[in-house]
């Protein structure tokens, strides 16, 4: 890729397809072990017809099940092998059960509502700064990689945020504001920034392959996973 004698680098950057958080009692699963639904993988399919053509040299996930299921169905027939990555790695929250039990969905709702404040943690978790380094370091260790020139990264809601968040040069108080539908899509170019390193261009966040316009998509992230327990 160049544009006027540069050459970039790209990261199609990918939340995962929709999940099911909840059990048919309204009790959460285990969030490391969640597969897609159906209507996820439908979804993923969709971005996946839109990236059918676009060159891709190197697969990396967080290694749960569901960025492996979507990278699996993203990278279908190229031959590239699957990489995995635990500093991508969701952002953990505390046990739903210690929550007051009338508060849970509005703690849901509002799951970033510290991510501005020191030591503000995510559902009583982890603290969001301490995250947002974590990620960081991981995406700066693949962008040090000389090793592929159009990379696929899928990961999590949290962890799109945090490096959306780096990319802008914004702090984790940012995270609040950056939604990640599920099975989005984001684009971030790389150029070199005349050091050694590489400079960010931010070319597209949240791309919903499967609603372009968001004509059916109007709830938050969290308020998804609010509506989804409700459904069970």
């Given at each position: 890729m160049r544009g006027q004698g540069t050459v970039r680098r790209r990261v199609h950057l990918v939340r995962h397809g929709e999940v099911a958080y909840f059990d048919r009692s309204g009790q959460p699963h285990n969030p490391r072990d969640v597969p897609l639904t159906p209507a996820g993988m439908?979804?993923?399919?969709?971005?996946?017809?839109?990236?059918?053509?676009?060159?891709?040299?190197?697969?990396?996930?967080?290694?749960?099940?569901?960025?492996?299921?979507?990278?699996?169905?993203?990278?279908?027939?190229?031959g590239l092998p699957l990489e995995e990555d635990e500093g991508f790695r969701e952002i953990r929250g505390g046990r739903l059960r210690d929550l007051p039990a009338d508060a849970i969905e509005e703690r849901l709702a509002h799951a970033y509502a510290a991510c501005g404040e020191e030591g503000g943690r995510f559902l009583g978790g982890d603290v969001f700064a301490v995250f947002a380094r974590r990620v960081s370091a991981a995406f700066h260790r693949l962008v040090a990689a000389p090793d592929w020139r159009s990379l696929l990264l899928v990961a999590h809601d949290g962890v799109n945020r945090a490096i959306l968040c780096d990319a802008l040069g914004c702090g984790p108080a940012a995270l609040a504001t950056l939604e990640q539908d599920y099975a989005c899509l984001n684009i971030i170019d790389l150029e070199p920034d005349g050091s050694g390193g590489w400079r960010p261009l931010v070319r597209i966040v949240n791309m919903t392959a499967y609603d372009p316009v968001k004509e059916r998509l109007h709830a938050t992230s969290m308020e998804q996973v609010v509506h989804s327990r409700r459904r069970v």
């Amino acid at each position: 890729m160049r544009g006027q004698g540069t050459v970039r680098r790209r990261v199609h950057l990918v939340r995962h397809g929709e999940v099911a958080y909840f059990d048919r009692s309204g009790q959460p699963h285990n969030p490391r072990d969640v597969p897609l639904t159906p209507a996820g993988m439908k979804q993923v399919e969709a971005l996946a017809h839109h990236l059918a053509a676009v060159p891709i040299d190197r697969a990396v996930c967080s290694g749960l099940p569901r960025t492996r299921e979507t990278a699996g169905i993203l990278i279908a027939g190229r031959g590239l092998p699957l990489e995995e990555d635990e500093g991508f790695r969701e952002i953990r929250g505390g046990r739903l059960r210690d929550l007051p039990a009338d508060a849970i969905e509005e703690r849901l709702a509002h799951a970033y509502a510290a991510c501005g404040e020191e030591g503000g943690r995510f559902l009583g978790g982890d603290v969001f700064a301490v995250f947002a380094r974590r990620v960081s370091a991981a995406f700066h260790r693949l962008v040090a990689a000389p090793d592929w020139r159009s990379l696929l990264l899928v990961a999590h809601d949290g962890v799109n945020r945090a490096i959306l968040c780096d990319a802008l040069g914004c702090g984790p108080a940012a995270l609040a504001t950056l939604e990640q539908d599920y099975a989005c899509l984001n684009i971030i170019d790389l150029e070199p920034d005349g050091s050694g390193g590489w400079r960010p261009l931010v070319r597209i966040v949240n791309m919903t392959a499967y609603d372009p316009v968001k004509e059916r998509l109007h709830a938050t992230s969290m308020e998804q996973v609010v509506h989804s327990r409700r459904r069970v």
